[in-house]
Each structure stands twice: as structure tokens, then as C-alpha cells.
């Protein structure tokens, strides 16, 4: 089996500011992070913020255009955001997909996007409360992956990352239990291993919905579960830099 590193990765969504940016930065750079990635993802102004500095994380865009550049007034580009020095882009989000109207057709454009210009998608993927009461988890990740994996083709899966993020758990403080999750990560890892083996193993699969200090360890020891997307506790410096010491003990 591939050694994959845990990955956590603060959302922040439409919250922070420059004063969280300089707290966030001072604690984790503080904490000498060493075989764990840790992605910070603020909004957009703020990344320009984190640009100079020698950071031990990664930056991450909430959004990107489907556009590479022309007139389309407030959208923000794929090279706008790796001038910035952004490595990854969250894409597919649930809120994004409900609020915003996005389809798995939109999501796998941004994907592509992404790939072609060498940054990391953080492809989210979950199913509603009621999904998974009339049984239809598995259906509904199935269609959200294999839309990637249908049009880009399995390879589009190396070097990218998938945040399972059960849409009941998002902001509730409900989190999935640690086998509940684990059952998910399982069944998606084995739907991409039907492609590729070598890229299935490799692949970082993170947890989301109401992670925190208290269960992270938990949650991200399942031998499916590489990491987390954590929203409304990595706006915690305290808190987020936690979870990233307790994820550097964990495997
Ligand atoms: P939460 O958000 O941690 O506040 O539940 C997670 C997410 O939406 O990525």
C-alpha cells in the first residue's frame, strides 16, 4: 500500500481577514510542520496576503473560473491564482453546487482547467441527509466521480484530491462517525481502484462536515481517511493549528 500523507485543509468560506491571516500564519508556521500537508483557503483578496511570506503550507482558491481570461466581470482566473501562489483549488463544494447552481458538468470543466494548468483540484463529493436515508449514498458518489472519471479518464485522479463531505455534516456539527466515513472513503477508493489501482492507492481522500480537535484524531486514523476539509474550526488559529499537530502523530 502507498504511504499517503494526511493532508488538512482549512476553508474558510466567506469569513477571515487580514488579522486572521497573520494570526493563522504565526501558529502554524510556529508548530514546524513536517509530514503533513496543511492547506489554507481563504477568500480570494486574502491570498495575495499570505504571497511573501515563507510559509510551511500550501494555498488553495475556494473557486476558479471555467474561463482562462476575457469578459467575464468578477470571475478570477487559473493563472491569476498561480500568480498568487496558489498550488490547489477547492471545486465542487457543496455549497457551491446548491447555492451557486453548479452541475457535475461545470465542476469537471473547472477539473480539467485545474489539471491542465498543474495545480491540485480538491474535488468535493457528498450526498444529502436525504440521500443517504432512502439508501442512495453510493448512487450519488458514484455519479460525482465517474463524471471525472467518464470525461477526463482515471488519470485525471493522480495528484488531485477528494474531500468527502456528507452535505448533512457540512456546518451542523454532526460529523459522520468515523466507520460511517470510512465505509465512504472505502467504496471511493475502490470505485477508482476499477480503473487504476496504482492511482486508487495513492489518492488523498479527506473527510469534511464539522471536523474539529475533539474527533479529528479519530476520523483521519481510518485506514481510508487521509486528511480532512475543515471549515468553521479552521477559523480557530488555536484550534486549526491542533488538528494539525494531532494529524502529524497519526500514521
Ligand atoms: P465545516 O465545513 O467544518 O464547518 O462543517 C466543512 C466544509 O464545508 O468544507
Redesign the pocket.
Known sequence: MAERRILVAA?W?LNGDKSLVSKMSDALNALELSNIDVVITPSFPYLACFEQANNSFSLCAQNVSEHESGAYTGEVSIEMLKELGCEYVIIG???RRTIFNESDELICKKFELIKAKSLKPIF?IGETEGERESDETENVISRQVNVIIDTLGVEALENSVI?Y?PVW????GKTASPEQAQDVHHFIRTLVAKKSAVIADKLQILY????NASNCETLFSQSDIDGG??????LKPDEFSTVCRLAQGIK
Do not use: F, P, R, Y
Not at 455534516?169 to 451542523?172: E, F, S
Not at 469534511?208 to 471536523?211: A, H, K, R, T, Y
Open positions: 476553508n468560506k463544494h457543496s455549497e468535493c474531500a463531505e455534516a457540512i456546518g451542523t469534511g462536515g464539522s471536523v476539509l475543515i471549515g468553521g474550526a479552521s
